[in-house]
């Protein structure tokens, strides 16, 4: 429905960013209710397939795998300032950056890979999470 409403009013769609993701720190399986569980695969699944259902072919499709990004989604999953700077600690202390990610970090990936530089880029995985899958 959005997508329709966005070509019949601009004529055309260049871009299109599935942005979704919902993590909820520190649950394992055992702690994870049916009704958590659901959130999870409605947010992370469903979530883009709209998108990708509306998309045809002669376009360039790439992922963008994010690892823990400081936004505001991220921080409501603790419960004070204190709890953050701590949950950040652990991150940084485990993985090969000295930061967690910020929006830019995920902004200015997205941002190439709409531009004419990335022309000939698709079918592309860019993970952007400060050495966590390394």
């Not at 049916?34 to 509306?54: M, Y």
């Not at 400081?70 to 701590?86: I, L, P």
């Not at 991150?91 to 830019?104: C, N, Q």
């Amino acid at each position: 429905m959005a997508i329709g409403a966005v070509v019949t009013r601009h004529g055309g769609l260049d871009v299109l960013v599935n942005n979704a993701g919902y993590l909820k720190p520190g649950l394992s399986i055992e702690d994870t209710s049916l009704e958590e569980w659901q959130r999870n695969l409605a947010v992370n699944s469903d979530g883009a397939f709209p998108g990708c259902n509306h998309n045809r072919y002669g376009i360039r499709v790439n992922a963008v795998l994010p690892g823990p990004i400081d936004t505001e989604t991220m921080r409501s999953n603790v419960s004070s300032a204190a709890e953050f700077d701590q949950m950040a600690k652990f991150l940084t202390d485990k993985y090969g950056m000295a930061r967690i990610g910020v929006p830019d970090d995920i902004a200015h990936i997205v941002t190439f890979l709409a531009s004419d530089q990335a022309a000939c880029v698709t079918g592309a995985a860019f993970t952007v999470d400060g050495g966590q899958s390394t």
